[in-house]
């Protein structure tokens, strides 16, 4: 099966910047696409930015357009999301996902998912 490990996440202030981390891994390991998704306290989880393997086709949430970036390391099957200019309200917990199967659509379709990493951003 897979597993995702998250990391990278922590504490910082505002305007301050985090880069989290998904290593991906697994016998026969076939994925489409990764996702990082977030739940703030109390909120349903949401979209934040998606990559696609094959290609690198990109996703942002118009919350973090501008602001994040992911990227993938193939060799690595890895993927990354740098965080710049944090706010209080990207405060949550972040989450990795993949999915195995082409939907068409970037932000569903996730069949495995990690453990989750903090994020916390004061003001």
């Known amino acids: 099966q897979v597993q995702l490990v998250e990391s990278g996440g922590g504490s910082v202030q505002a305007g301050g910047s985090l880069r989290l981390s998904c290593a991906a891994s697994?016998?026969?390991?076939?994925?489409?696409?990764m996702g990082w998704f977030r739940q703030p306290p109390g909120k349903e989880r949401e979209v934040v930015a998606a990559v696609y393997w094959r290609g690198g086709n990109t996703y942002y949430a118009e919350s973090v357009k501008g602001r994040f970036t992911i990227s993938k390391d193939n060799a690595k099957n890895t993927v990354y999301l740098q965080m710049n200019s944090l706010k209080p309200e990207d405060t949550a917990v972040y989450y990795c996902?993949?999915?195995?199967?082409?939907?068409?659509?970037?932000?569903?379709?996730?069949?495995?998912w990690g453990q989750g990493t903090q994020v916390t951003v004061s003001s």
């Open positions: 996902a993949t999915k195995t199967q082409y939907t068409g659509n970037p932000a569903t379709g996730y069949d495995y």
């Open positions: 697994g016998r026969a390991f076939s994925s489409y696409a």
